[in-house]
């Protein structure tokens, strides 16, 4: 069974930072391009950063260009996004997603992913 999971998220204060984890069961991420996607409550789930297999090429949406950072370590199967400097307005529930791709850039649509994890929740609050 193909599944995805997240991991890593918690209670941070305003500046703080975490790293949230994807992880891969029943397949390898090599030949997939691995998207984060978010959920505040009340709003509709947005696309926030994704990697491309073909070359590890990324993608962020303009709220978290220059402090999340997404990563990829295909020996341990596992993508990871490093969030700094948070804000009470990235509150959401953070979702992995991946979508099998041979030399296809990643991109935020969620259509585009096949694969969904079950969120973690991140919460940025004094």
């Known amino acids: 069974q193909l599944q995805v999971v997240e991991s890593g998220g918690g209670l941070v204060q305003p500046g703080g930072s975490l790293r949230l984890s994807c992880a891969a069961s029943?397949?390898?991420?090599?030949?997939?391009?691995i998207g984060w996607f978010r959920q505040a409550p009340g709003k509709a789930r947005e696309g926030v950063s994704c990697?491309?297999?073909?070359?590890?090429?990324?993608l962020y949406a303009d709220s978290v260009k220059g402090r999340f950072t997404i990563s990829r370590d295909n020996a341990e199967n596992t993508v990871y996004l490093h969030m700094n400097s948070l804000k009470p307005e990235d509150t959401a529930v953070y979702y992995c997603?991946?979508?099998?791709?041979?030399?296809?850039?990643?991109?935020?649509?969620?259509?585009?992913?096949?694969?969904w994890g079950q969120g973690t929740q991140v919460t940025v609050s004094s």
């Open positions: 997603a991946a979508r099998e791709a041979i030399q296809i850039m990643c991109n935020l649509r969620q259509r585009s992913y096949a694969y």
């Open positions: 029943g397949f390898t991420f090599d030949y997939h391009n």
């Open positions: 990697i491309s297999t073909s070359d590890g090429s990324t």
